[in-house]
């Protein structure tokens, strides 16, 4: 239903004066946004369906307030304001657009293709959205692994970082320096990552990346590279790197914590360590020179063979894990 | 100051001897005795009640001794003399005679004379009488002291004094052994032991000679930790397997041998400190809540079950919440139940069930159980999740914070104390506010560049691992919080602030911050300090909801660090916006009705009476401002993502302001009708706030616009230099009288549509505080009596008025100074804050005061308008 239908329905309401008192109806076209929202407000209070018609043309209201207040109360109104929710999909105003699929996912109304739809929307709130209600539906049929491996490759930080946690286990920990922030932090022994040995391969969201990072994947066709340079010059995209790492026994280290330190991925990265989600640096190109940290305390195996997949990800120039990979261990001062 | 005084004038006026022993009088029959002093006071307060000096005459001959003879004198006057039991070998006398406080205050010699079988000896000892505190001075404590080494009192104190520090924090013992033999034997006893180690009490006696003051360090459950207490460790917690958790002791709060251990330790520090007047205030544990640990004794257990009538749920595994996505069939709206299992254990769990805020409540009731009240606080207060009850029932709630890389980051935390002792069972508690000197390198200057480094990076260890904060930044965290109405402020890391070898953790690296801190304080703090105390807030229009049930389940939370909804306050704040922090409790007790727009950041999660009262609060016209990770059940009038994370503080800052722009584009339509906001800036970079007593607002800018500069900035992680700065700063008030509270004269404004604009140019850090009255300050005036009588009392009344010649309903800020015949500076005289324009002040003058014409002029510091009243002194 478009804009101009709407005010239709809105005129004829006016001429009969049928439902609404015509003092709230003028207040809904009132000059100040204020007193037509609060007018919306009190007609969708008070009328029920029958403010349907006035809440939908406020969805086309100049003021953005009043735009989402409509949604909000239309959102409220249940499987009654189906019509006007699906309609409100194409709104210009992409909070609009959202508040319409949260209305039609409450009242089960979403259907795959709107949700793909969803997924191609140009406003990133919308589609985070999109993938936590397809993160919901999880474990779902193979149209929404799909959906979520196209939007783990999203130029948003917060969709992938949201598409990336379905696949892993578990969310980010707060490091060692994190847990005691007011405690001076001493690393008592450390060692790098071997640079060669590292196994390698793009990622064009086709191939089915959901089981890349787990331990025991079998990456014998991913190719052999290094880290400690930047992947082939030029490469726009997302690539994952595989690799192994020896840890010593605990009873040799006298630590709180371990972490692992990345000297610069250029620009973002996504870890896990033996198939369990360590955390991700993901602050956007500006991120490609910034060194980062992950604890990986609970996660690594002491005294025995570690697996570690990075997934990083480049929007330009060079990319890839192009500085040194170091194991720290920590001590609590 | 000498004072010569006639023996009957003494007689009558000054000191009462008591003779604890009395007994037969014998001739003397040998000389020998020893007289001493056994107090260890040395220092009074004037008009102290009750003071007084022990004395002990020891027999250290072979043979009995009668016929002595002890006599007192004050500079040199005989004030009294005194015939002596026999003493038999090795026997004792004690003296004790109360000190007249009501003397002018000075140093007096006090010399005890025995004369006994043709010999004499004698002791003397200089006393001080030293003048009151002013009332409602602002607390300005230095948090932590490296007492010891070879330093003297003076040299401790001395250049805390000189910055402006009021208060340092002491320990209960002068070492390690000493502490722990207090804390053992408290423990061992089970009741109060009263016997803290003597040099400490010499310390606060020796403060108070200074007109310095102390706080003590009272964390009894800390010394459990430590093992100084509990040396069996049977106050552990435990898991659910029984086995102790975490890495480092944590003991059970639910214990009742802790509970009474804390009460009785509180308890033997009051009464062994009832005396000493400079010790008058008490830090009840600190940074205990980092590391609480689940407890799951059988009482632990049972407590739960009592509470909520179920048990403890099993995926409760540790103390920050259980995440959301690992429940089953969690709610697709993320609205849960108030009694949802989980969510009734946590809140049990950080409100009772950890035992710490009860803990701190027994420790300050055992605190004033000697009948004198020791103001106390807890800290870091907010290091717990945002429900009420963190600091129990101390008197003030207060937290340290680092401010970097945004020196506004104080603000919230700030507003979170706020929060936080709104909802404490202490109706009266209050906030301090501290800052932290010291700055982790790591965070804001890590490894040296090759190409550029600061001077100070050459001098200290590459290792160095905290340095001192730059001092604009100090300035601006400084104007963020007094301009909320903390009652004192708090300084920790004085070896960063002053040189003071030994340097081993501390590093002095910028001897630019003591100053800019001792300016602050002596031009701002000093005089407008009795104001600042007595001025609430104004009402906020904007609330901020710190969520409880999203930190438990969504792992959201700031914990007073630079997390959770920091920045997008800050976006709040460079929208000129003055929002309070509220809980979801806050919301709970109806107060969404004092609000028109309510912020909902990192609120994934929220219980269903939370989210009834949003939607009614949307429907009765409120604005609710929600970002990318509100729950799906809350519906935002305007979304705001927060913030990107980013490695540089120029672009980050950029990025604040750029949202802050965006926010105000959608509000504004809003202001006129529904929203007022309070203050404005033409320049985003201008924080303003405002504080409001009767007719008078008080209004605070300060000058944020910084850049990177010399001293750390070229690590791009901090923009720690202020940049000078123009702007028009602007109150929501049709008409007024603005007055410059730091030059102390009116300053000529315009007023157009509803406001008042007043030009400023900042310098860089610069802050400014105003003050609007309707109606003009016309004088101040001084009422007192012609003439005195010195060793009684005179009533002094000052009212700072308007031009109707009614005193102003206001706080107004005004300096004393009562001058003697002499033209010294008398008691009393100083900065005080005149509720409702008016200030009574009661002199008592001293017997040995000088008579003649005495001088009292008062000077109202925001008109800058004086007057004086003379005074004959007989």
Avoid at chain 2, 87 to 97: D, I, K, N, S, V
Avoid at chain 2, 177 to 192: C, N, Q, Y
Avoid at chain 2, 687 to 709: C, M, P
Wanted: aromatic share 8%; hydrophobic share 40%.
């Amino acid at each position: 239903m478009t804009k101009l239908t709407w005010m239709c329905a809105v005129a004829a309401a006016l001429v009969t004066g049928s439902g609404v008192a015509q003092a709230q109806l003028k207040e809904l076209y009132a000059a100040d946004p204020a007193v037509r929202r609060q007018a919306l407000v009190e007609v969708a209070a008070q009328r029920g369906r029958e403010a349907l018609p006035h809440l939908g043309s406020a969805l086309y209201d100049e003021d953005r307030i009043v735009r989402r207040t409509a949604a909000r109360l239309l959102l409220r109104m249940g499987e009654s304001a189906d019509d006007v929710l699906k309609a409100a999909m194409n709104n210009i105003d992409a909070q609009v657009r959202r508040i319409a699929l949260l209305g039609l996912r409450s009242i089960d109304a979403l259907t795959m293709d709107d949700l793909a739809l969803a997924l191609e929307d140009e406003e990133e709130l919308l589609r985070l959205e999109t993938v936590r209600i397809l993160v919901a539906m999880a474990p779902g049929n193979e149209r929404i692994e799909v959906l979520l491996r196209r939007a783990a490759g999203d130029d948003s930080f917060l969709v992938r970082e949201e598409a990336l946690k379905s696949i892993a286990s578990s969310g980010r920990r707060p490091t060692l320096r994190e847990q005691h922030m007011d405690r001076l932090i001493e690393t008592v022994d450390s060692f790098k990552l071997p640079a060669e040995g590292w196994r390698f391969r793009t990622d064009d969201a086709s191939a089915p990346s959901g089981q890349w990072h787990q331990p025991d994947y079998d990456d014998s066709d991913w190719a052999v590279t290094e880290i400690e340079k930047p992947w082939t010059p030029g490469y726009v995209g997302v690539g994952w790197y595989r690799g192994w790492f020896e840890m010593p026994p605990k009873s040799e280290i006298n630590c709180d914590g371990v972490e692992i330190h990345f000297d610069g991925v250029d620009e973002s990265a996504w870890v896990w360590i033996n198939g369990r989600f360590a955390g991700s640096h993901d602050i956007g190109p500006s991120g490609w020179d910034v060194p980062f940290a992950l604890d990986i305390t609970d996660l690594v195996n002491w005294d025995s063979r570690n697996q570690i997949t990075v997934r990083a990800m480049n929007t330009g120039y060079a990319g890839g894990i192009w500085q040194p990979v170091t194991v720290n261990f920590l001590k609590v001062k | 100051m000498k004072y010569v005084c006639s023996r009957a004038r003494i007689l009558a006026l000054i000191v009462l001897l008591t003779l604890t022993t009395t007994g037969w009088i014998a001739p003397a029959a040998a000389a020998g005795l020893e007289l001493r002093e056994t107090s260890i006071r040395r220092n009074f307060l004037r008009m102290e009640k009750g003071a007084r000096i022990q004395w002990e005459v020891f027999n250290a001959t072979s043979q009995p001794v009668s016929g002595a003879v002890l006599k007192f004198t004050l500079d040199e006057g005989l004030f009294q003399e005194i015939r002596l039991p026999e003493l038999t070998p090795g026997a004792r006398h004690e003296a004790g005679h109360f000190v007249d406080t009501g003397l002018r205050a000075g140093d007096y010699e006090l010399k005890g004379v025995i004369e006994a079988a043709g010999s004499v000896s004698e002791r003397a000892i200089t006393i001080r009488i030293v003048e009151r505190p002013l009332p409602h001075r602002m607390p300005v404590v230095m948090w932590g002291h490296p007492w010891g080494g070879d330093r003297t009192i003076e040299e401790a104190i001395g250049p805390l004094k000189a910055i402006g520090f009021t208060h340092a924090l002491t320990n209960t013992g002068a070492d390690e052994p000493g502490r722990k033999a207090f804390a053992t034997a408290v423990w061992e006893a089970g009741k109060p032991v009263p016997e803290i180690s003597p040099a400490i009490l010499r310390r606060v006696d020796e403060a108070l000679g200074l007109g310095f003051h102390l706080s003590i360090y009272a964390s009894p459950a800390r010394t459990i930790e430590y093992n100084w207490a509990d040396p069996d460790r049977v106050t552990h917690r435990i898991d659910r397997d029984g086995e102790r958790p975490g890495r480092r002791y944590s003991v059970c709060g639910l214990i009742d041998e802790v509970r009474t251990f804390c009460y009785n330790m509180g308890a033997s520090m009051a009464e062994a400190l009832r005396d000493y007047p400079a010790l008058d205030s008490a830090l009840v544990h600190t940074e205990i809540r980092d590391h609480t640990e689940l407890c799951f004794h059988d009482h632990d257990r049972e407590a739960f079950r009592q509470y909520a009538g179920i048990d403890i749920p099993a995926e409760v595994e540790k103390t920050k919440g259980v995440d959301y996505r690992q429940l089953d069939a969690f709610p697709a709206d993320r609205i849960i139940a108030d009694d949802h299992p989980i969510l009734t254990y946590y809140r049990w769990f950080w409100k009772q069930g950890d035992g710490w805020n009860d803990l701190h409540t027994l420790t300050h009731q055992g605190l004033q159980s000697a009948g004198r009240h020791l103001w106390t606080w807890f800290d870091p207060t907010i290091r717990a999740p945002s429900v009420w009850g963190s600091g129990g029932e101390v008197d003030y709630v207060s937290h340290w914070t680092y401010t970097y890389p945004n020196p506004e980051v104080m603000g919230f935390s700030t507003d979170d104390l706020f929060a936080m002792a709104r909802g404490s069972s202490n109706p009266d508690q209050d906030v301090m506010k501290m800052t932290n000197v010291i700055w982790y390198r790591s965070a804001v200057a890590p490894a040296p560049r090759n190409d550029r480094q600061a001077q100070w990076e050459k001098d200290v260890p590459a290792d160095a691992p905290l340095i001192t904060m730059p001092p604009d930044i100090l300035a601006l965290s400084f104007w963020s919080k007094i301009s909320r109405p903390v009652k004192g402020i708090m300084y920790h890391g004085l070896q960063s602030l002053l040189y003071w070898p030994p340097q081993r953790d501390y590093w002095y690296t910028n001897s630019e911050t003591k100053d800019t801190l001792r300016h602050l304080v002596k031009e701002i703090i000093e005089p407008l300090g009795p104001t600042l105390v007595q001025v609430p807030d104004a009402d906020a229009e904007v609330a901020f909801l710190k969520s409880f049930t999203s930190e438990m389940f969504a792992g959201r939370g700031a914990y007073g660090w630079g997390g959770g909804g920091t920045n997008a306050y800050l976006v709040l704040r460079y929208a000129q916006l003055q929002p309070d922090v509220v809980y979801e409790e806050t919301i709970l007790e109806g107060a969404l009705d004092d609000y028109r727009v309510l912020v909902l950041t990192y609120c994934d999660v929220l219980p269903k009476s939370v989210a009834a009262k949003v939607r009614a609060f949307q429907a009765s016209g409120g604005i609710v401002v929600g970002d990318e990770y509100l729950a799906p059940g809350i519906i935002a009038d305007v979304t705001m993502t927060n913030p990107k994370p980013s490695g540089k503080a120029d672009a980050q800052k950029a990025q604040l302001l750029h949202k802050a722009t965006e926010l105000r584009a959608a509000l504004n339509p809003y202001l006129r009708r529904h929203l007022r906001r309070r203050s404005d800036s033409d320049n985003p970079d201008i924080l303003t706030r405002v504080r409001h007593y009767g007719v008078a607002d008080y209004l605070f800018a300060y000058n944020d616009k910084r850049q990177f500069g010399d001293y750390i900035g070229h690590h791009g992680l901090v923009m720690d230099q202020g940049v000078p700065a123009q702007a028009v700063v602007k109150l929501h008030r049709a008409a007024g009288h603005v007055y410059d509270l730091l030059e102390g004269r009116r300053v000529d404004v315009t007023a157009r549509s509803g406001w008042m604009h007043i030009a400023h140019d900042f310098g860089g850090g610069e802050g400014r505080l105003w003050m609007i009255t309707p109606r003009r300050i016309k004088d101040v005036t001084v009422d007192a009596p012609a003439t005195a009588r010195r060793g009684g009392p005179f009533t002094i009344t000052i009212a700072v008025v308007d031009d109707l010649g009614k005193a102003v309903n206001a706080i107004m800020p005004v300096r004393v100074e009562i001058l003697d015949g002499d033209g010294d500076t008398m008691e009393f005289s100083g900065h005080y804050g005149a509720k409702d324009g008016t200030l009574e002040i009661t002199f008592d003058i001293a017997p040995n005061d000088k008579p003649g014409e005495w001088t009292v002029r008062a000077v109202d510091l925001a008109a800058g308008t004086q007057r004086e009243r003379l005074i004959t002194v007989e």
